[in-house]
């Protein structure tokens, strides 16, 4: 673990964060403009579109490669992206020239399950058809990575096209938050609690159990879904949901995949852009997308 990394890991256990960020997840506001295109760097060309009840932000250079990255926010399902997702868009064009759409789905509590993945179903498709010549990858951090995960076994199961690769950092995979060895899990971790996760889980679920797979993934299929890179930190609440979401990827057929569990590294720590395991962890995330093939 880097010196940079320890600091941020004292720092936040010996905050009021934790207090904090529950308080964003049950009262989230709707002000929130961290990532819109007047924030940009004036060198990315930025594309708004509003459809299907929700948002998509198209980013890139003037004359970007063909990659282009679908981007989910996480948020616990209940918060909009945040200035760190707009520098991890612009990290990204700056550095391998992508093309990146931020996926501004419906959140709780205006929205359920139902709204959100029909929604990022057909964000996909239309992406599809207004970049024909692109090469798609999907992308999520914690509740996006959960997102991201329904969207490509949803994908499979309605025999859609797959994108190249998938990317899942910190993924929320199961909602139900019954794994008893979260409990444990817990009490590392600086700023998820296990309630507030619970309570937001049930929520998100609607109508559906929250064991259905299209609310949690981790109880889909997980056979032949393409390459998948997945990033997740020792410290973290979700850590003991991301080693039973690694034993579904080695169980699959079909579904090469890469996973990186990062030493005493804090939830979504992706998005402390200037750690070196962020840094590091980036590097090899654009690889993929650049390549298409796992280390």
């Known amino acids: 673990m880097s010196l940079r990394g320890k600091w941020l ?4 256990q010996h905050s009021q964060l934790k207090q904090q960020i529950q308080q964003a997840f049950l009262q989230p506001s709707r002000q929130n403009r961290a990532v819109v295109p007047e924030k940009f760097a004036a060198n990315i060309v930025t594309e708004e579109r509003r459809v299907f009840g929700g948002r998509l932000l198209t980013a890139a ?7 282009h990255v679908l981007l989910f926010h996480g948020g616990a399902y209940t918060m909009q992206g945040i200035d760190s997702h707009r520098q991890l868009m612009e990290t ?6 992508l093309r990146i759409t931020y996926v501004d789905y419906p959140l709780v509590p205006e929205a359920t399950v139902d709204e959100t993945v029909v929604f990022a179903m057909r964000a996909y498709s239309y992406l599809r058809a207004q970049y024909p010549d692109d090469q798609f990858f999907l992308m999520g951090d914690s509740a996006g990575g959960g997102l991201a995960l329904t969207l490509l076994q949803q994908l499979k199961l309605h025999q859609e096209p797959l994108p190249a690769g998938t990317i899942l950092v910190s993924p929320w995979t199961d909602l139900s938050m019954m794994n008893p060895d979260l409990q444990a899990a817990a009490k590392h971790d600086p700023y998820l609690t296990l309630a507030t996760l619970k309570k937001i889980g049930f929520e998100y679920a609607g109508d559906h159990p929250v064991t259905d797979p299209v609310v949690s993934p981790i109880y889909g299929t ?5 390459p998948v ?6 410290n973290e609440l979700l850590a003991a949901d991301d080693e039973r979401l690694l034993q579904k990827f080695q169980m699959a057929n079909g579904t090469p995949f890469r996973a990186h569990q990062m030493k005493s590294m804090l939830h979504d720590y992706i998005l402390w852009s200037k750690l070196p395991e962020s840094k590091r962890t980036l ?13």
């Open 283 to 295: 590097k090899e995330i654009k690889q993929f997308i650049l390549t298409g093939e796992l280390e």
């Open 9 to 12: 890991l004292f720092k936040t």
């Open 222 to 226: 997980f056979d032949d879904l393409g």
């Open 92 to 97: 990204l064009i700056n550095e391998a020239n």
């Open 229 to 234: 890179q997945l990033y997740y930190g020792t």
């Open 61 to 67: 250079s003037g004359a970007p490669l063909p990659q």
